[in-house]
Every structure is written in structure tokens, then in C-alpha cells.
């Protein structure tokens, strides 16, 4: 597909409206890449101008921070502002709600300031702009969304997720526990690089269950970390034939044949 | 005249409020071992936090049962204490409901009838509570660091409300004028009939002696407070107030660590370079935290506002999925070593001998540290406005930058983030092979 690199776009003369940033996962992981190219078809469908970092790209650091590195994170957060700044930058989109918090919240202190998107809230605005349509291919279908924490509690975004997801037709079906007194799917605060101390269950098998609860089709959430645990739970109740875990950008490209 | 009383009241008065006074004073300092942090900005967002969450008891309700209990006690606390006002003024000079002829009947016996009604209905919540406390199986009140001091504590608070509440029907039950005049005693004259057998000698001295243990019994549970996690009806205010105000994903950037980032990355830095001639030589800043002084004071008002309700802990993922770490336990710790170097520093003379103990080990455990996945329910929980999770981060930091005791896999993690700029091992000039995939 068709993906310009800021490097590119330099060369070209030209600013792009937004820049991508795809994040570690979304980059390498396969099931995640597959959240990075749908997000791409809904970008290239509203004509949006973006471009990605590319090879230029690497980790925001928000890994090493939660697990307590400062000097890593703020190494890469300082070495990252730099190539933001340099193709001065001034609106991101990410489709990892990690990404979003430290850019948008812990960047600035160390002179990084954009205005930064997740990327449900960036279909919202371009479906408010008209730049984008979503179709209600989903009738009736029963939905349950996951609220990734770093984009609910973490920065208050309950809203865009559903208003989308809303918009495909869906029944939206609630967890017990959602919004701001959502269950973590487990991967948080560098989790998602290390086994679980020990305990009596895994986190996501018990978010899992409260999913399963709601008797819904389909898993929709928002975050490549919270996908892989979902899909880790699903197989672990071996419901797979029942239900399935998509992030909210494969639900509207799909909707939409992309 | 005999004054006796009178001067008994002063002294006990005195007594009671300067004992208060100078454990007020101690507690002030000990949340001053902690590091400044500036929660001077943004005052009007602050006020309304407080007015909202402290005084208006905005996130105790989402927790429905136990927030309506709350809420009666809480007014009942309140508005009752407004006839404090009016003990104190006739224990000191030896009056009798002095406020009666002032008001008049009707607005005295209104205001004694409502408080009256509270202290009623305080009793109820209150024996609610204690029934909630030790009978209902709640999983946040049967966890283990309630066992032993903390379960007691909280029964404890609850018995001396329920005194206190009892005592104050029964002195207005037994006063004879009182309920002969018939205005103000909605509840208490269910209860004077009880006595109505007695004669007016024995009936006025029950009076005395319920309104004396009444204001000796506030006087005592206001020096409890110290020594009980009853502190936040006082520290709930300044808590809420000095609450964090970024969003809850934010974690704070450490400014010792951009300094010396930013050193490292300077490409015109002299890595040779003599300090200056008669600079002092700094002593490098400690990252992270391994005890409560490392800590900031916010923190450690936190530890002391506490009242260990648990909802942190019931709805904290690792938690509830039997690991070791209780974001409640998190904060019970911290205030138990904080006391520690508190009473440490008194028997020191002001100063702090080593003691060879820390938070970290002695009290809160790596295992504890790193079953935190940093979601903020804890945090979201809180109707006061606690923060475990800053703790939690700031041992964290502790943990790996002085002591790289991070678990073997998230050393693996950083790593790779270091080499390749992702936590996997891959290589960063792969990073955008997904759009030719």
C-alpha cells in the first residue's frame, strides 16, 4: 500500500496534514499490523494527507517508563522529539492508546507539543468532517468494547470509541465493568513483556469472562496490547467459534469492504 | 457558688484539644519528610475539587449502600456537632442549654429536634456499618491486611459513635425541663419514659453524668483520630485539594533524570570536564524511592488520609485476581513506616538515626511492585482522591535504576528498546515492512 514517509515527503517539499505513528506493535506484530493497514485504508478512504516515520521511527519509551527506566524513556522521548521537530510536526495519530498518553501527556515537559489524535478519535473528527462515511453493515449485531485503560481512565476517552462503533449499527452491549470502572485487559504498565506474578488467574481471562458475559459477536476495542490479551482469553475459553476480538478501525474498514 | 465543674470542664477542654494539638503538629511534620511537589497551580479547579469530592462526597455514591450510610453519618457528624458549640459554652460558665433563650423555642427545638433525628439515624447507619463489617462476607473487608490493629480499629470508631450517638438521646432524654417543655425531643421522648419511674434527683444526675461523658467521650475520639485511620474526616479536604489534576495516564517526567539525559545527548558536552573550580561537588539525586522519604508530601498526606475502605483493592486487576499486590495495602504500609521514622526522629531528639529498615523489603515487596499493570482503577476508586499508583512508580524506578533489579524479562524488554528502538527484537529498519505485507 501506498504509505508515504516523512522522510519522503521532506524530500518532496511537502508537510503532510497528520503524521501516523504506528507504534512498536503495530509495526511488527503480526495481528497488530493488521490494525496499522486497516487504519491506513480508512485514512487513504477520507483522502487524509499523512505520512509515517518509518525506519525513522522507534519506541516512545513508554514501555521502560511504566517498568520504572526513566533514563530509557526519556532517552527515547528526547531523541524522538528531535525527528518530530525537525519535520515539525504538529498533529499525531496513533492507533496504540500507549503512544497517545505519552505523547500527548509526558512529551510536552520535554518539548515535544502536538496536538495528539487516538486514532478512534480521528475517525470521529473525519466522519464529523464528512471526509469519511461509515456504514451500518453491522445491523443488530451485538458488540461489546473494550475500554483500553490508557485511553479511558488514563485520558478520559469513553466516548469516541462507542459514537463510532455505534455508527456501524451495532447493538452495543456493555460489560459489567466498562468505562471508567473498566477492567484492565492485563497488559499495562510494561505487563505485557513478562509473566504475571503469581497469583490465582490471568487478568485477561477473567476480562475475557465478563465479555463472554455479555453474549456478544464480536470484541471491539482500541488497542493492539489489549487485542492480543482478548484474543489470548478467548482462546483460553476456547470460544473462538463464538466470538472475536477486532479493533475498532478493521470494524469500519471491513464495513466498508476495504 | 462552686466552680468545680466549671474548672474541671476548662481543664479537660484544654487537655483534650492540646493533646490534639500537638499530635496535629507532630502529623504535619512527619507529611513534611516528604519531598516538595508544587500543587500550587490551578486554585480554582482545586477549591472545586474539594467542594466536590471532600464536602459534597461526589464519588462515594458509586458504590451506592455504602456511600448512602456514608452520607447520613457523615451529615449527622457534622450538623450534631453545631450542639457542641452550645456544651462547650455551658460547661464553661456553668449555664444550661444557653442557647434556649436566645433562639427561642421553636428555632432551639427545631435545631435539637434535627440533631436529634441525625443522631438517630447516625446510629442506624452505624450499626448498619458494624453489621456490613463483620457479618457480610466482603471480600475488601476479610482481606489480610485487615487482620488484627486495622479490623479493630475500624469496629472501634464504629462503638464509639454508637456511645456517642447514645449518649447524646440520653441526655436529652433524661433532662427533665427539657421534656417537660415538650419542643425538640422527636426521639429522645421515646426514650424519657424508660426513666419516668425515677425521681428528678437520680434522673438529673443521669443527665450530668450522660452530658459529661458525652463531650469527655468527642473529646477523646477527637484524639483517637491520630492513631486510627479516622483521619480523613479531617485530611479528606487538603487531600482532594492537593490531588493530582493531569489525566491519570500522565506520570510525572523526573527533571534529575532529564538533566542528566540531556547532558549524555549533548553532542558539545566535555565528557572530561573538571567541575569548576570551588563548586561544591553535588551529591547525585536518588531516583525513584526506597522510603517514605523519597517520597513527596502529597504521597504521604495520601498514606495518612487513607481510611482503608479497600475499594482501591477490589477493583485493582492483580489484585482481583489473587496476586500479593492491595493498592490499600500499598498505602497502609507507607503510613506505618512513615510513623516509624516519625517516632524514630522523637526519641532521637529531632533527628533520624538509621534504623536499618525501608519501605521497600520491610514493608512493601518487588512482587507487590511488579503485579501493578498501572491500569489506575485504584486511582479511579478512591473517593478521596489516593494515589497507590505513584507509589507504586516511583518504587519501580527505584527498583531499576539504582538497584537494575527489574525481572529478567523486562530487562530483556528495555534492551531491545535500547538496540532497536521496540521492545521485541527486531530490527528498526524492518519497521515498515507492514505496508508492503
Redesign the interface.
Known amino acids: 500500500m501506498n504509505v508515504p514517509t516523512m522522510a519522503e515527503m521532506l524530500s518532496q517539499g511537502k508537510e503532510p496534514e497528520v503524521l501516523f505513528w504506528v507504534g512498536a506493535a503495530g509495526s511488527y506484530d503480526d495481528r497488530a499490523k493488521k490494525i496499522t493497514r486497516a487504519f491506513v485504508k480508512l485514512l487513504h478512504k477520507a483522502n487524509v494527507d499523512f505520512a509515517v516515520l518509518g525506519t525513522e521511527e522507534s519506541s516512545t519509551g513508554d514501555a521502560a517508563k511504566r517498568a520504572g527506566n526513566e533514563f530509557l524513556f526519556q532517552m527515547q522521548a528526547i531523541s524522538n522529539i528531535e525527528i518530530l521537530n525537525s519535520y515539525n510536526v504538529k498533529t499525531i495519530v496513533c492507533t496504540d492508546p500507549h503512544s497517545f498518553n505519552t505523547l500527548k501527556n509526558e512529551y510536552p515537559e520535554l518539548g515535544g507539543n502536538y496536538e495528539v489524535y487516538h486514532h478512534t478519535q480521528y475517525i470521529k473528527k473525519l466522519v464529523e468532517q464528512g471526509r469519511l462515511e461509515i456504514k451500518k453493515s453491522l445491523k443488530g449485531k451485538q458488540v461489546t468494547y473494550h475500554d483500553p485503560c490508557y485511553l479511558g481512565r488514563g485520558n478520559g476517552v469513553y466516548e469516541s470509541p462507542r459514537d463510532i462503533i455505534r455508527k456501524l449499527g451495532v447493538n452495543l452491549k456493555e460489560m459489567k465493568q466498562h468505562k471508567n470502572r473498566a477492567l484492565c485487559c492485563g497488559a499495562g504498565g510494561a505487563q505485557m513483556f513478562k509473566d504475571a506474578e503469581k497469583g490465582d488467574k490471568e487478568i485477561n481471562i477473567l476480562r475475557t469472562e465478563q465479555a463472554l458475559e455479555t453474549n456478544a459477536k464480536i470484541i471491539a476495542t482500541g488497542c493492539p496490547y489489549c487485542n492480543t490479551m482478548m484474543t489470548d482469553g478467548v482462546k483460553f475459553h476456547e470460544k473462538e467459534s463464538q466470538i472475536i476480538v477486532k479493533d475498532i478501525a478493521e470494524l469500519i474498514a471491513e464495513a466498508d469492504n476495504l | 457558688m462552686n466552680y468545680l465543674p466549671n474548672i474541671s470542664f476548662a481543664i479537660a477542654l484544654i487537655i483534650g484539644i492540646g493533646f490534639f494539638v500537638m499530635n496535629v503538629l507532630k502529623l504535619v511534620r512527619n507529611i513534611k519528610l516528604g519531598k516538595e511537589v508544587d500543587r500550587s497551580d490551578r486554585k480554582i479547579e482545586r477549591w472545586k475539587n474539594m467542594a466536590r469530592i471532600a464536602l459534597g462526597q461526589s464519588k462515594m455514591v ?1 458504590r451506592p449502600i455504602a456511600g448512602f450510610l456514608h452520607i447520613v453519618v457523615y451529615v449527622g457528624f457534622i450538623v450534631i456537632n453545631i450542639e457542641v458549640l452550645e456544651i462547650i459554652i455551658d460547661g464553661l460558665f456553668g449555664t444550661h442549654r444557653i442557647f434556649q433563650p436566645f433562639l427561642g423555642n421553636s428555632i432551639y427545638g427545631f435545631l435539637i429536634g434535627t440533631f436529634e433525628i441525625l443522631a438517630f439515624l447516625v446510629l442506624v447507619a452505624v450499626i448498619l456499618f458494624w453489621l456490613r463489617r463483620n457479618f457480610v462476607q466482603l471480600k475488601r473487608f476479610m482481606s489480610k491486611e485487615m487482620k488484627g490493629w486495622p479490623k479493630n480499629d475500624g469496629n472501634l470508631i464504629l462503638y464509639f459513635e454508637i456511645v456517642l450517638m447514645s449518649l447524646f438521646i440520653l441526655m436529652n432524654a433524661t433532662d427533665y425541663s427539657f421534656q417537660e417543655a415538650g419542643f425538640g425531643n422527636p426521639i429522645s421522648q421515646f426514650v424519657a419514659p424508660w426513666f419516668s419511674e425515677y425521681p428528678l434527683e437520680t434522673l438529673s444526675s443521669i443527665e450530668h453524668i450522660a452530658w459529661w461523658a458525652h463531650i469527655i467521650g468527642i473529646l477523646i475520639f477527637l484524639n483517637y483520630l491520630y492513631y486510627s485511620k479516622h483521619l480523613h474526616i479531617l485530611l479528606a479536604f487538603p487531600n482532594t485539594f492537593y490531588a493530582n489534576l ?6 510525572n ?2 527533571s534529575s ?2 538533566k ?3 547532558m ?2 549533548d553532542p558539545d558536552a566535555d565528557p572530561y570536564a573538571m567541575p569548576e573550580e570551588g563548586a561544591e561537588e553535588e551529591v547525585p539525586e536518588k ?2 524511592a526506597s522510603d517514605v522519604t523519597d517520597l513527596n508530601w502529597v504521597q504521604l498526606l495520601n498514606a495518612y488520609t487513607c481510611t482503608e475502605c479497600g475499594r482501591c483493592t477490589s ?1 485493582c ?2 489484585n ?6 492491595s493498592p490499600r495495602a500499598i498505602m497502609m504500609k507507607t503510613r506505618d513506616r512513615l510513623e516509624e521514622v516519625g517516632r524514630n526522629i522523637d526519641s532521637n531528639k529531632g533527628t533520624f538515626k538509621d534504623d536499618g529498615k525501608q519501605l521497600l523489603n520491610d514493608y512493601i515487596t518487588p ?1 507487590e511492585l ?8 485504584c ?3 478512591c473517593p478521596i482522591d489516593i494515589d497507590p499508583l505513584s507509589i507504586i ?1 516511583d518504587m ?6 539504582e538497584q537494575s533489579a ?2 529478567q ?2 530487562n ?3 534492551t531491545n ?2 538496540n532497536n ?4 527484537q ?1 530490527n ?10
Open positions: 458509586s493531569q489525566p491519570k495516564g500522565q506520570f517526567n523526573l533524570v532529564t542528566e539525559v540531556r549524555m545527548m531516583f525513584g477493583s486487576p492483580a482481583m485476581t489473587g496476586k500479593e499486590l512482587e511488579w503485579a501493578c499493570t498501572s491500569c489506575n482503577a486511582v479511579e476508586e512508580m519501580r524506578r527505584y527498583l531499576v535504576m527489574a525481572p524479562e523486562l530483556m524488554m528495555m528498546i535500547e528502538g521496540a521492545p521485541w527486531y528498526q529498519q524492518d519497521r515498515l515492512n507492514w505496508k508492503d505485507e
